[in-house]
């Protein structure tokens, strides 16, 4: 595994951008030069992340998003797994 993170990446398993497996390594966002928390997705070269708005939620009870465009940075919280572990 790189120690690039994905250009575009998701939290919602029922997306084609979710990848179970760069997830468990942790993600870092800073989103035009704050580091945020609460980032469900994001992509690097299109400049953009979605963020929860409130605690409302959509008819199939998922938080309602709001895709805000900026200047995007992610990278790994925990290092790659060597292959021996």
Sequence with gaps: ???TPPDHLSNDP????????????GIGIRFNGVER????EYCISEGWV???VGKSLDRRG???TMKVKGTVEAWFLNPAPQAGE
């Design 1 to 3: 595994m790189s120690d």
């Design 14 to 25: 029922r997306s084609k951008f979710y990848d179970e497996t760069v997830l468990e390594r």
């Design 37 to 40: 928390h609460n980032v469900e």
């Design 50 to 52: 979605k963020l929860p």
């Design 62 to 64: 998922q938080p309602m």
